[in-house]
C-alpha cells in the first residue's frame, strides 16, 4: 500500500463520535488524525457508569470503553492530546494549524504506577483519565502548572514529568474534517433554586455517573451513608423555555429510570421519587421496563420549584397533590438533578474556523433534512452530540454514518437523494 | 498469559454481491448505496412497486426511479424469500416470483423491512366511523380534503392506548399544525407522555400550543361518547381538578407502529434473533447499530426499532459501511484454526448446530462443519460438545489446563482463587481495578477465557480438584453477551458443578456465578474480596 495515496481525515473531539468516526475511518485505510482539545480521550461517554441491573439495560457505557481501547490500540489512528485548532486554510484541500500544549507526562515513559497523583499536594492539578484506556492515565492541569513545580521535580520514579516543555505548532493538511467536538451539560448552578453546588446532598445526573461508576454505589455526599430516601429531577435545563433551551436532551429520562433501578436494585429498601413532565423511552424494550419502573418509582407529574434545606442534611421538596391540588412537603436524603444536553463550548468557535451554520439551538446544522452528517460546508461533517442531543449508541451510528458520507465524498462521489 | 491469536492466516474467496430483502424506500437507498460501493445488488420486494407508493417527495421519487435502472441493482418485485442455506460470503437463497423458484447466491444480506400500523380504535372501546378517524385517514385528509375538515373542533387522542414514541407524537404535532392552517379549526390534544426525543419535536410541540391547539397533559385514559352527533371527552383536568367535559365534532384516534409481521418468518428463514418487541435485532449493545447474530447479515431502517426516515438513512450508511468490511475485494483472510471439528470424535449429535448462536455450523456430507468467516470464536460449541470434538484454535483446552494447573501450583498466597474471566467483560473490569490500584487478593488468579461460554464444567471441577479453594466464574450481564448466550451456558454449568460439589463434600459457597461489564472495576474488586472474605470463614 503507498502511503502517499492515504487520504487524510481530521476529527475533532476524541469524545464516543470523534473515536467511532476515526475507527471506521482507519477501518477504511484513511490515515486519521483526531485532536482532542483536553488531556484525555473518551469524553463525557467513558465517564458514565454500567446501568444493569439483574440484566443489561443498553446504556451502552461499556461500548464506550471498548471504542476507546479499539482506538488507542490502532497505531494507524493519530492522537494529538491537549490539542486545540489555530484557524484552517482552504486551498484545494484543508490545512489546519494545531495549537499543541506540552506534553508534560511522557506518554512513553509514564507507567501510570499513580505516584504523581496520588501524593499531589495540589488538589485538582495532576487530573486523572475516567477509563484505564486512557494512556497516559494521568495529565496535568495547565493552569496550576505553578503551584507544582517543586513537587513534580523528582515525585515520578521513571522521570516522566517533566515541566519545562514548551508548546508547539504544526500543521496538518487533511482532505476532509469531521466535527465531534460533543456537548456541554447543562450546568445545574444556573437553576439557582435547587441548591447545586450550596447543598451537598443535591447533586447531577452526571455526579450520580460518575459515583456509581468509581464507588459502585452512590453514598451521600454530606455523610457518606446510604440514602433511603433520593429524588430525581427531570428536565433541569431542557425544554425550558424561560432558558431557550426549546429542546428534549433525549438522554435524561433513560439515564434517570436506569440508575433510578440501579440503585433500587442495590437496596430495595430505598424509596425513589421522579419528578417529571413526559417520560421518554429507553430503547425497543421500553414498554417492558418501565412497567418495572412504575412498580419501583414512585412518578410525580410535577417540577418542583425549589428545594431547600432541613436538618440533617436532608432536603425538602413540594410539589403538588395530584388529586386535589393541595401542597405536599417531602423530604429526602439526596436529591439527583438529571441535567440535559447544551451546545459545546466550542460550537461558536468551530462555526467560524469551519464556517458551518449553527442551528437555532447552537448545535452545528445539518444542512441536508435527511443526513445527519452533513453541514453547510462542503468536505466538513459533523457527527455526535455536536449536531444535537443523542445518546451514546445513537452517537456511534452518527459517527458510522459520517464516516460513510466522509467516504463518499473523499471518493468524488456526488450524495444520492 | 494469554492465548495465541496468531495462528496461520487462510484466504478465501467469497461471494460479493449483496441480497438486499425490502423494496421500501430503506430498501432501496440500501441498494442504491451498496450499487454504488461497486457491489451488485438483487432488490427483492414482496409488493408490486418500488418505495412508497406516491411518495409526494420528489427527492424520493427520483431515488426510486434510480434503483429501478441501476445496472448494478436487479430487482424482482411480486418476489418472496423462501428459504436460505450457505454461510457468510457464500449464502444461498431461493427466491419465488409468481411461480417461479430460483436460487440467488449472495456474500451479504441486507433487511429492510417495514412496519405495521395498527388502529387503537378498539383500545379505546370505539369504532372508527365518519366521527372518529384514524392518524392516517387524518392525515390524508389534510393532504388532499383539507374542505371537509373546515371548520370542526377536533380532538386527538394519543397516549393512552400505548406508551407511544417519538414517531406518534411527530405524526400528531403535525397534524396539528397543518390543523391549525384550516379556516375555522379548532385543536384539542388529549396526551399522556409527549414522546418530544427526537430532534426538533419540542420546538414542534411548542408552535402548534403558540398557534392555539389546547393541550391536556393526562394521566388517565378519558372517557369517550358519542351523543347527538357529538363527540363528548370527559375527564380531570390536571390543573384546575375537576371533571371537565368537552364536545368535538370529529376524534382522532393514535395509531401503533409495531414490526412487520414477515419478520418473524425471515428470522427463521435467515436464523437471525427477533427481539422482545419481533424486531430483527436482539437488544444487545454488541450488534447496535446494524449487526445481527449472524455475520453478513445486517439490518436498517424498521426492521430493527420504530424510526423516522432520516434515522432509517444513518442506518444505511452504517451497513454500507459494514459491508464495505465484511465483502472488502472479494478475499478475506481468517485465522485458520479458530474452531475446528475433529472428524473422528463427531458423532452429528447436533449439539453443536443447536447451540452456535451465529449459525456458523452446517453440514458436509456426514460431518459438522464450521465456517470459519461465521464463527466469532466464542467456543460454546466446544464447551456444550458431548464428544469433546470442538476445539478453539488460540483457547483450546489443554491451554486452559496449564493455565488452571500453573495458577493453582503456583499459589503463593491463600485462599487461592481462580477466577474465569470474558475477556469483552469481566477481564476488562479487573484490569480497571487494577489500574485504579483497587485492593485485590493476593491469591487472586485470573484465567481469561475469549466468552463464558468457553468455561466447561470440567474447567471448574479440576480447579478445585488441583488445589483452588475458591473458583469465580465471572461473565457479562444477561443480554450483553457478544454471542448472546454464552453467559447463559455459563451459568447453567456453574450450577451444575455446584450440585457436585455437593457430592464431593465441599461448599457450594466456594464456586460462584457473577456477572460484570468491562467498566465495572469497583464491583470487581467488590466481588473478589467478598469471595475471598467467604473462603477464610470457610477455611
Partial sequence: MNIELKKKVMVVGGGIAGLTAAWELSKMNVDVHIVEKTCFLGGHAVKLCCKATEECQQCSACSAEKMLKNVVNEPEINIHLSTEIEAINRNGNFQISLNKSPEYIDSRLCTNCGACFEKCPEQGAILQGFSKNNSPLYGILEEKISLIKDFCKDICPEGAISLDKKGSSENLDVDAVILAAGFQPFDPEIEGTYGYNKFDNVISGMDLEEALRQNGCAPRPSDGKKPEKIAFIQCVGSRDERLGNLWCSQVCCPYALRMAEVLKNQEPETKIFMFYMDIQNTGNKFPIFYEKCKSDIEFIRNIPIDIIPVENNRVKIRYLNDNDGSAIIEEFDLVVLSIGITPGEDNNKLSKIFDVALDKDGFISNDNKLSKSSTSNRGIFVAGTAGGPKNIADSMANAGQAACEVLNYLEGKEPIQ | ?539
Fill in chain 2, 1 to 539: 498469559m494469554t492465548y495465541k491469536t496468531d495462528t496461520d492466516i487462510n484466504e478465501i474467496s467469497i461471494n460479493t454481491d449483496v441480497l438486499v430483502i425490502g423494496g421500501g424506500l430503506t430498501g432501496v437507498k440500501s441498494a442504491c448505496e451498496i450499487a454504488s460501493s461497486g457491489y451488485k445488488v438483487i432488490l427483492a420486494e414482496k409488493g408490486t412497486e418500488l418505495g412508497l407508493k406516491n411518495s409526494e417527495d420528489q427527492d424520493l421519487r427520483d431515488l426510486i426511479k434510480k434503483a429501478a435502472s441501476d445496472s448494478n441493482i436487479d430487482v424482482f418485485t411480486g418476489t418472496n424469500i423462501v428459504s436460505s442455506a450457505g454461510t457468510p460470503g457464500d449464502y444461498s437463497i431461493w427466491l419465488l416470483k409468481k411461480d417461479e423458484l430460483f436460487e440467488k447466491k449472495v456474500g451479504s444480506i441486507v433487511v429492510a423491512t417495514d412496519s405495521s400500523i395498527k388502529v387503537l380504535d378498539g383500545e379505546y372501546g370505539l369504532s372508527l366511523s365518519d366521527k372518529i378517524l384514524s392518524q392516517s385517514q387524518i392525515e390524508s385528509i389534510l393532504a388532499s380534503d383539507k374542505e371537509k375538515i373546515k371548520g370542526k373542533n377536533i380532538a386527538i387522542l394519543a397516549g393512552f392506548a400505548q406508551e407511544g414514541n417519538p414517531i406518534v407524537t411527530q405524526r400528531v404535532l403535525n397534524s396539528v399544525l397543518a390543523m391549525e392552517k384550516i379556516t375555522g379549526c379548532t385543536v384539542f390534544v388529549y396526551i399522556n407522555n409527549i414522546k418530544v426525543a427526537s430532534s426538533g419535536l419540542e420546538r414542534l410541540c411548542k408552535e402548534g400550543r403558540d398557534k392555539g391547539a389546547i393541550y391536556f397533559k393526562l394521566t388517565d385514559t378519558p372517557e369517550i361518547t358519542e351523543t347527538d352527533g357529538k363527540i363528548k371527552v370527559t375527564f380531570i383536568d390536571p390543573v384546575l381538578r375537576n371533571r371537565l367535559e368537552a364536545e368535538h365534532d370529529l376524534i382522532v384516534i393514535e395509531e401503533q407502529i409495531t414490526a412487520d409481521p414477515i419478520n418473524k418468518k425471515l428470522a427463521e428463514l435467515l436464523r437471525i434473533d427477533l427481539d422482545s418487541q419481533d424486531f430483527l435485532q436482539k437488544e444487545n449493545v454488541h450488534m447496535f447499530p446494524v449487526r445481527t447474530n449472524r455475520e453478513g447479515i445486517f439490518v436498517a431502517g424498521l426492521s430493527r426499532r420504530v424510526c423516522n426516515l432520516a434515522n432509517a438513512w444513518v442506518d444505511v450508511d452504517n451497513v454500507v459501511l459494514e459491508i464495505k468490511k465484511f465483502l472488502g475485494n472479494g478475499t478475506k483472510k481468517i485465522p485458520a484454526d479458530k474452531a475446528v471439528i475433529d472428524a473422528e470424535k463427531c458423532t452429528i449429535c447436533l449439539t453443536c448446530y443447536r447451540c452456535c448462536p451465529h449459525g456458523a455450523i452446517f453440514w458436509e456430507g456426514d460431518k459438522a462443519v464450521i465456517s470459519p468467516i461465521a464463527c466469532q470464536g466464542c467456543g460454546i460449541c466446544a464447551s456444550e460438545c458431548p464428544m469433546n470434538a470442538i476445539q478453539l484454535g488460540g483457547c483450546n483446552d489443554s491451554f486452559i489446563s496449564d493455565e488452571i494447573k500453573a495458577k493453582t501450583e503456583s499459589a503463593a498466597s491463600k485462599p487461592n482463587i481462580i477466577a474465569f474471566c470474558c475477556e469483552n467483560s469481566a477481564y476488562e473490569a479487573g484490569l480497571m481495578a487494577e489500574s485504579f490500584k483497587m485492593q485485590i487478593p493476593e491469591g487472586l488468579n485470573i484465567i481469561k477465557v475469549p466468552c463464558a461460554g468457553k468455561i466447561d464444567l470440567d474447567f471448574i471441577m479440576s480447579s478445585f480438584a488441583q488445589g483452588a479453594d475458591g473458583v469465580l466464574v465471572m461473565t457479562c450481564h444477561t443480554g450483553n453477551c457478544k454471542s448472546e448466550k454464552g453467559n447463559i451456558f455459563a451459568g447453567w454449568r456453574v450450577a451444575e458443578a455446584q450440585s457436585k460439589l455437593d457430592v464431593i463434600g465441599l461448599e457450594k459457597e466456594r464456586l460462584a456465578f457473577v456477572t460484570l461489564a468491562s467498566n465495572m472495576g469497583k464491583d470487581f474488586c467488590r466481588i473478589v474480596n467478598e469471595m475471598e472474605e467467604r473462603l477464610k470463614k470457610l477455611g
